[in-house]
């Protein structure tokens, strides 16, 4: 089964961590990615820009107009995600919180099933 590990950041939560615990946090994604390839679970992993750099497009009238900056006013915003091949749901969830993010309080992963995908077989 295929999950989607999300990564959600809290600007407020993680500007208070110290430079050290931000660092530990960072270099801890190094060790998660090394297990989750070599246990053949690991599809593939993005770090999402801030969303001050989107733009969101919707068409009106047949007109596309696009605006700058993420669509919600929201104080947590989608940093990335790990695409993961694993067992079962258990298994995802072990998986997610072996990332530091998970660590860190006020901030969790999200563990989401994937329902499809081009190329997939259902």
């Known amino acids: 089964m295929q999950f989607l590990l999300i990564m959600h950041m809290n600007p407020q939560i993680w500007d208070a961590l110290t430079e050290e615990e931000r660092q ?3 270099n801890g994604h ?3 990615i090394k297990t989750i390839q070599e246990s053949g679970e690991m599809i593939g992993t993005q770090a999402l ?5 989107s ?3 919707r068409v009106r009238d ?3 107009a696009v605006t700058d900056g993420p669509y919600l006013e ?3 915003y989608l940093a990335g995600f790990y695409l993961v091949d694993c067992e079962s749901r258990e298994r995802a969830i072990e998986l997610a919180a072996m ?3 998970a660590a860190v ?5 999200e563990v989401r099933p994937v329902m499809f995908s081009a190329g997939m077989e259902m």
């Not at 820009?49 to 750099?53: E, I, V």
């Not at 309080?105 to 992963?109: A, D």
């Open 55 to 57: 733009a969101v497009v």
């Open 30 to 32: 190094g060790g998660f």
């Open 105 to 109: 309080p006020g901030m969790g992963i």
């Open 49 to 53: 820009a801030d969303p001050s750099t």
């Open 24 to 26: 530990d946090v960072m």
């Open 62 to 64: 047949g007109n596309p």
């Open 74 to 76: 929201a104080k947590e």
């Open 99 to 101: 990332i530091p993010d």
